[in-house]
């Protein structure tokens, strides 16, 4: 049997791609469903799988115009022989420039190699009765014509442009940030590269790696991802992230192969013992993981109580699984959940806000051992979650705020081991 991994990576088809979103929602978040077959592949709740996209079949065609490349010609990537046009779909990060890529231009930009440059070779003057009274041929490149003034010095847009991206850090970041090649190619229209040189200085096209929404006991033979759609426009055009457009756009269930790997964790786990409480905050497609929880906890009949934060901008728009958590809440595999909607009534609600409402209970549920976890956005939602939960610790277990943050930190998270964060 193959031994399947990020360098071998297993082609899955897609089962099941579909809308989870109510019909009113401006968010696209869909539930994809992998097929394992044969391949082997083994993995628990609370793992990633591995996702190798192609980038968009337009934007390779436009960045070969561009290039003025046949899509036939041969590259070499990382000692593979293979057409441009293959290597720019699926070997090439072409949807994102670079800061290395643009750094790495210097030799087009040098003084010596770049920049325009204009010499006068000749030199032709008529009279009005038309009696040709100079005609001058330049003999070398310092040959001038009598009474001349030269010109001063002929501005190149595209150096400058250059020289200011790789000599002001935050100009690079700004301008990286929003373009991908095309982009680049449109503002450095004059620039020239060989297909090999181009492929040799684009960043390689790397997988993403997505939080696993199933339990192969529950669900087995099939892996379930649960994707938020990046849709967007920038310099009048109309975008998607890489890997969620490829899976929205150009994967109907069905007939779609996609290279897939497993990318097990280490500590984003179930408490071995099932009778151990838990707590769950997921909002958004943050809920993916707890989906996958809620199931093998099931399908072990854990004693422990489930209890889960879910949140996202409505109930209508964005309550993902609803009927299974219903369903969950009726067996009592799931004893709570608290939802906040952070579009719907006078005032933004978050599930940190739901957190300090029933703080007395939280602090009650992981001083007596329960677990803590927090899955999503790790730039605003899990700070605000982890404030929140010291805070908490604080207040109802009746510490200073330096004490509190300490027993979470050190004791719940590095000595204990049970709160535990899935962040992106």
Not at 1 to 17: C, E, F, L
Not at 172 to 184: A, G, H, P
């Amino acid at each position: 049997m193959a031994d399947y991994s990020n360098k071998n990576p297993y082609s899955s088809k897609i089962t099941a791609n579909y809308i989870l979103n109510g019909k009113n929602s401006k968010k696209e978040t869909r539930h994809i469903v992998f097929d394992l077959g044969d391949s082997g592949l083994e993995y628990k709740a609370g793992d990633a799988l591995g996702v190798f996209p192609t980038c968009p079949p337009e934007l390779v065609d436009s960045i070969l115009e561009r290039l003025g490349c046949p899509p036939d010609e041969i590259v070499v990537v990382k000692d593979e022989e293979m057409k441009l046009k293959d290597a720019l779909l699926s070997k090439c990060e072409i949807h994102r420039l670079s800061k290395r890529f643009i750094e790495g231009l210097s030799p087009h930009f040098s003084s010596s190699s770049s920049g325009i440059q204009m010499r006068i070779v000749s030199r032709s003057r008529i009279d009005s009765s038309g009696l040709i009274v100079e005609d001058w041929q330049s003999s070398s490149d310092d040959d001038l014509p009598q009474h001349y003034t030269p010109l001063g010095p002929i501005d190149d847009p595209e150096k400058a442009l250059w020289t200011s991206l790789v000599n002001d850090a935050k100009m690079m970041e700004d301008y990286i940030w929003s373009r991908d090649y095309l982009d680049f190619f449109t503002d450095f229209p004059n620039l020239r590269l060989g297909a090999q040189e181009f492929v040799d200085a684009v960043d390689t096209l790397k997988p993403r790696l997505y939080s696993i929404a199933s339990s192969p006991d529950f669900e087995p033979g099939t892996v379930h991802l649960t994707v938020g759609i990046v849709r967007y426009s920038h310099h009048d055009r109309d975008r998607t992230g890489l890997t969620t457009g490829f899976l929205a756009d150009r994967c109907p269930a069905g007939n779609t192969d996609v290279p897939v790997f497993m990318s097990p964790t280490r500590s984003f786990v179930l408490p071995e013992d099932g009778s151990t409480d838990i707590i769950m905050v997921g909002p958004g497609t943050g809920i993916a993981p707890f989906r996958a929880f809620l199931q093998q906890r099931e399908k072990d009949g854990s004693t422990g109580k489930n209890w889960l934060f879910f949140g996202d901008w409505t109930e209508e728009g964005e309550y993902y699984y609803r009927d299974e958590i219903e369903s969950w809440l009726s067996s009592g595999n799931l004893e709570q959940i608290d939802l906040a909607w952070s579009r719907e009534g006078d005032e933004k609600v978050y599930v940190q806000h739901l957190m300090a409402k029933n703080g007395e209970e939280i602090w009650s549920r992981i001083n007596n051992g329960g677990y803590f976890y927090v899955c999503g956005d790790k730039n605003y939602m899990a700070k605000d979650v982890h404030r929140t939960l010291i805070e908490i610790c604080s207040e109802h277990g009746d510490m200073t705020p330096e004490e509190a943050s300490h027993y979470v930190e050190q004791r719940m998270m590095k000595d204990e081991k049970r709160y535990l964060r899935d962040v992106y």
